[in-house]
């Protein structure tokens, strides 16, 4: 094993920054094969990476958070990546239901700390149980969102999984974004239709107005400090210093080391 780290990574993203989504998603079935999986949570972007993935022919395996308390809509959009996009979604799962979870430590959402514990226990947990399986995960988050992710990097190391995390879109601007959705006629959550910028759980997530932040519906009961899940640590965490560990040939390849693959 080898240790790679945010700082070791530098070359690598300015590398790919000239590279479009559909280049960086080929570079990362080439790099990491099967040992990559596209995280998704049948919001708008991650729709346009899996319809990027389906129409490249990428053998890219989907991971979906099922919190038990998703919209019918999401578990909808989730249905139609299957079935339309022919794209293997793994629907992970909490260990309890909500209302189990709500029996053992009652409603944990309504708090600013109890918010914290309940995505853990929802997503984050979920999602650790499954990322043995993955070096690299491909996330869906775009610069163009602002906030924390105004200067999220391509590829980031991801601490909490121990993967790798690679924003295919990070560089997709609005107009970008809005112009490939309408050419390519992505399958979309319906609820950004009714408002929604941004979709969780149907606990955590109302319809924002027009002149609101994005992410100004997500957790709107418990106030302005309640923004990020965890689910994302580029939205929490910018230490350059962290690493992680990968096996040595893959962090030599992750790094091109090797002329046995091109980025
Ligand atoms: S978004 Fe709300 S309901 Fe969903 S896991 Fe987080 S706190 Fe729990």
Known sequence: MAKISQVDLTDLNRSLEERTPQEILAWAVSVFEDRVAIMSAMQKAGSVVCQMASA??????????????HFQETLDTRDRMI???GLEVITLHPEQTMQQQIEEHGILYLTPDGQST??????????MNAADDYDALISSLRRADGGRRANVPIVSVDTNTQTLKINALANFSDREFDEYILREKVIVNPLH???FATIGCNRCTTPVLPDE?????RWRHLGPWAMYCGINPTDVDRGGAKSIDLP??????????TDDFMI
């Not at 490249?56 to 308390?69: I, M, P, S």
């Not at 309940?118 to 999602?127: G, M, W, Y």
């Open 248 to 257: 040595s040939e893959l962090v030599d390849k992750v790094l091109n080391r």
């Open 193 to 195: 239709e009714q408002g």
């Open 56 to 69: 490249a022919g990428l053998k890219l395996k989907v991971l979906f958070v099922d919190t038990g308390v």
């Open 213 to 217: 932040e994005k992410r100004a519906g």
């Open 118 to 127: 309940c995505c853990d226990l929802r997503k984050t947990q979920p999602l």
């Open 83 to 85: 079935s339309d996009y």
